[in-house]
C-alpha cells in the first residue's frame, strides 16, 4: 500500500507538473486526495503549487475540519469544492482545480466544450460543461458544480478556471491536461475558420469505444443512454443537454426567430 509520504511526494508532483504547464499562475490551483471517507489530504491556501514539499500538505475531515497541518500552514480555501466532489462521487480518490489559459478563457466566455472535433477528446470526455459561477471558498461553487457531478469528470468554473476528478491523482491530472488540450484545438480551429465537427455517427462510434473499453469514471455517453428524447449521443444535434444550457437556450431562441419569421411571411402573403 502507498504510504501517505508518498501520496504527499505525489501531491507535490503533480503541483510542480500544473504549475511549470502554466495551468496555474502564482499561487492558484488546488489538489486534494482521498485517504478514507473521512480523511483527505490537500494543499495549502496561498502557496505556490509548483514549489511545495511533503510538509505543506495539510490533512482534514469530511466537514473540513483540520486534522493535521504544520505551522504556517492552512488547508485549501476551496477545500468544501474538493469535499463536495468527494461526498457526491465515491468513486472519486483525487481531485484537481487549475486555471489553465484557454479552459479558463472558454469558461470566461460562457463557452462549455462541447463541439465534437477529435476522438480523444470526445472517448476521454465526452463534452465539458461550465459550472455557474460562485464566489470562491465560499458553498457557491461546490452548489453550482453538484449537478453536473453525476455525468462528467470534468467541469468548466464559470469567470474562474476548471476542476476535474478521478480514481487516482495522476488520472484527475491528465483530464485537466485533456480539457486544456480540448479547448487549445477549439480555440485554434476556430481562428482557423472554425473546426469540422465529427457527426453524430462518428461521435456515436467513439462512445461505444468507451463503453467497450470500461472506462472508469462518469462520461456524458452514459448520460445519453439514458436521454429520454431517444438520442443515443448528447452530440447528436451539435449540443450536449446538460453541458450546454446556455447554448441550448440559445438555439430555443433561434428557433423561436425562425418561427416568427414564417409566420409573418405567412401573414404578409
Ligand atoms: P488556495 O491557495 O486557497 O487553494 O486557492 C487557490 C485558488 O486557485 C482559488 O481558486
Known amino acids: 500500500m502507498t504510504s501517505e509520504y ?12 500544473i504549475y511549470d504547464r502554466g495551468m496555474v499562475a502564482a499561487n492558484d490551483g488546488n489538489i486534494s486526495v482521498k485517504l478514507s471517507d473521512n480523511l483527505f489530504l490537500c494543499t495549502p491556501t496561498g502557496v505556490s503549487k509548483g514549489f511545495m514539499t511533503p510538509e505543506y500538505i495539510c490533512k482534514v475531515d469530511a466537514e473540513g475540519n483540520v486534522i493535521q497541518a504544520n505551522p504556517g500552514f492552512k488547508p485549501s480555501s476551496e477545500i468544501k469544492m474538493h469535499l463536495r466532489v468527494y461526498k457526491e462521487r465515491p468513486d472519486v480518490n483525487a481531485v484537481v482545480h487549475a486555471h489553465p489559459l484557454y479552459a479558463t478563457g472558454f469558461a470566461i466566455a460562457g463557452i462549455p466544450l462541447t463541439q465534437p472535433i ?25 452548489n453550482a458544480v453538484a449537478k453536473y457531478l453525476q455525468n462528467f469528470d470534468a ?6 478556471g476548471a476542476l476535474t476528478f478521478a480514481d487516482t491523482l495522476l488520472n484527475a491530472y491528465h483530464k485537466m491536461e485533456s480539457v486544456e488540450f480540448y479547448a487549445q484545438l477549439l480555440f485554434i480551429s476556430n481562428q482557423l475558420g472554425g473546426p469540422k465537427e465529427l457527426s453524430p455517427e462518428q461521435v456515436n462510434r467513439l462512445y461505444d469505444i468507451r463503453r467497450k473499453f470500461g472506462l472508469k469514471g462518469k462520461h456524458p455517453a452514459d448520460m445519453c443512454l439514458n436521454l429520454k428524447s431517444g438520442n443515443t449521443s448528447c452530440h447528436s444535434n451539435g449540443k450536449c443537454e446538460l453541458a450546454s444550457e446556455s447554448a441550448a437556450s440559445k438555439v430555443d431562441e433561434d428557433l423561436v426567430a425562425q418561427i416568427t419569421r414564417k409566420v409573418i411571411e405567412q401573414l404578409s402573403k
Open 155 to 160: 467541469v468548466l468554473l464559470e469567470n474562474h
Open 6 to 17: 508518498q501520496i504527499k511526494k505525489e501531491i507535490c508532483e503533480i503541483g510542480k507538473r
Open 118 to 142: 477529435m476522438p480523444e477528446a470526445i472517448i476521454a470526455l465526452g463534452c465539458v460543461p461550465i459550472a455557474e459561477y460562485g464566489t470562491p471558498s465560499t458553498e457557491e461553487i461546490p
